[in-house]
């Protein structure tokens, strides 16, 4: 049985949460660097869970036995579900990060989508919301009107239903990183870093910049949207 390995995180907020949704995110640095950012208390950030290329998890805000804590890893946000209208979703989520430094170019591992399938099934016997295929969204689902683009081009919805959800239509999950933006970032990872501590402070930033892109356009589409 999959079981995570504890980090001790002061980035949540001590008190339970009424879980509805799980959020899914890519860390934009390697696993060293992630948990770093997750335990600095000036950072004010951190997911419940972090899932490491190789299938390795770690637990860095409770949430795997059941009560879930309240994690700082959406930020300001808001979704529709058809019925109704949710803000803050670090309210009434749990977020996983995958190690990957920027999921709108590189590819989520196999162990990533197998270890996904292991943490859906563990976590929908604690949360019974998490039984549904449309409990499962992307930061960029609930936060690309300010930029956020993860998990990304690259992350494989349509597998990851498949696993995770067998027996439901698999619900519609558009990136937001505009196309123009991903394959200029594509060319760029020819040349870049992919180690240590350059690969992290390169593509931090890369990261900003992506946010910012997918920001501008997520602007531009909602300034177009009266005519
Ligand atoms: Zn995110």
């Known amino acids: 049985m999959l079981a995570p390995h504890r980090i001790a995180s002061p980035n949540y907020d001590p008190r339970p949460i009424d879980v509805r ?3 899914l995110h890519y860390t934009a640095v390697d696993l060293a660097r992630t948990l770093e950012i997750f335990t600095d208390p000036a950072r004010k950030v951190a997911a419940h869970l972090v899932l490491d290329m190789d299938g390795a998890l770690y ?4 949430c795997w036995d059941g009560a879930a804590q309240r994690g700082w890893h959406a930020g300001v946000s808001h979704w529709h579900d058809g019925v109704a209208q949710w803000e ?3 309210d009434w989520s749990i977020g996983i990060e995958m190690v990957n430094f920027n999921g709108n170019i590189f590819p989520f591992t196999d162990a990533q989508y197998t270890a996904l399938a292991a943490i859906v099934d563990h976590l929908r016997q604690h949360y019974p919301a998490l039984r549904h295929a449309e409990a499962v969204l992307g930061h960029e ?3 690309g009107f300010r930029g956020k683009a993860d998990p990304g081009w690259q992350f494989d919805w349509p597998r990851f239903f498949a696993m995770c959800y067998p027996n439901q239509p698999a619900p519609p999950r558009q990136p ?3 196309l123009t933006v991903r394959d200029a970032l594509t060319r760029l990872a020819e040349v870049a870093p992919t180690a240590g501590i350059a690969a992290n402070a390169f593509w931090e930033r890369v990261s900003l910049l992506t946010e910012a892109a997918a920001g501008i356009a997520a602007q531009g589409d909602r300034t177009r949207l009266p005519t």
């Open 176 to 178: 937001v990183c505009p």
């Open 21 to 23: 949704f799980l959020v």
């Open 59 to 62: 637990e860095c805000v409770p």
């Open 88 to 90: 803050a979703l670090n």
């Open 141 to 143: 689902q609930i936060a």
